[in-house]
Structure formats: structure tokens, C-alpha cells
Nanobody, 122 residues
Framework: QVQLVESGGGLVQAGGSLRLSCTFSGRTFSSYDLGWFRQAPGREREFVASISGNDHHGVYLDSVKGRFTISRDDAKNTVNLQMNSLKPGDTAVYYC???????????????WGQGTQVTVSS
């Protein structure tokens, strides 16, 4: 069974940066695509970014392009989300997620982390 554990959330002022990390365990890390989702109060959970297991190709939500960078370290079984130029609208609980190779993010991920709070003050 895959387990995902996030860390790195917190409170930051607008324009600041945070780095989220997610540690993967239980299966072969390189066989999974990893992603980040977020959910703000009163809103649906939304896709933020993903990175494939084979070629490490990244995909981003339009509103975070150029500000967020997703990366993965296959030696450490971790996926990171570097968030720069943060805005109050980025405030949400951020969730790490995993899907098996060949699956699509258009369906619910196979596995979720517990979430980490990111709060951006104006």
C-alpha cells in the first residue's frame, strides 16, 4: 500500500516562497506519477501540478505556471513543490497524490497524503 506524507506548509507573506515535500513509501516510486492538488475553504479540490515517473515531465495549473516548480528525487522517493511569488489566492490545504503509470489525472488519484496547510497573508 502506498503511503504519502507531506511536509513544509506554513504561513508566508505575499510574494514569499515555500517548499512542500512529499515522501512516498510502500511501492516502487519510479512506477508512479506524482502530483499536487489543493483545496481552499468552500472550494473544490483542484489540480496544481504533476510529474511523470518515466521522463519527469511536469504539468501545471495555468495560474501557477512560472511561479511553482514540481520536481522528484527517485533516490529519496520524494516529490517537491517549490512555490515562489505566492499570492493570497494560493492559500489552501495542499495534498500530494499518486497514480500508477499509464493512468490519467482526470480521474481520482489512487493515493492521497493527509494534506499540509499553506497560508499566504496579504
Amino acid at each position: 500500500q502506498v503511503q504519502l506524507v507531506e511536509s513544509g506548509g506554513g504561513l508566508v507573506q505575499a510574494g514569499g516562497s515555500l517548499r512542500l515535500s512529499c515522501t512516498f513509501s510502500g511501492r516502487t516510486f519510479s512506477s508512479y506519477d506524482l502530483g499536487w492538488f489543493r483545496q481552499a475553504p468552500g472550494r473544490e479540490r483542484e489540480f496544481v501540478a504533476s510529474i511523470s515517473g518515466n521522463d519527469h515531465h511536469g504539468v501545471y495549473l495555468d495560474s501557477v505556471k512560472g511561479r511553482f516548480t514540481i520536481s522528484r528525487d527517485d533516490a529519496k522517493n520524494t516529490v517537491n513543490l517549490q512555490m515562489n511569488s505566492l499570492k493570497p489566492g494560493d492559500t489552501a490545504v495542499y495534498y500530494c497524490a499518486a497514480i500508477g503509470a499509464g493512468k490519467t489525472w482526470s480521474k481520482a488519484p489512487d493515493y492521497w497524503g493527509q494534506g499540509t496547510q499553506v497560508t499566504v497573508s496579504s
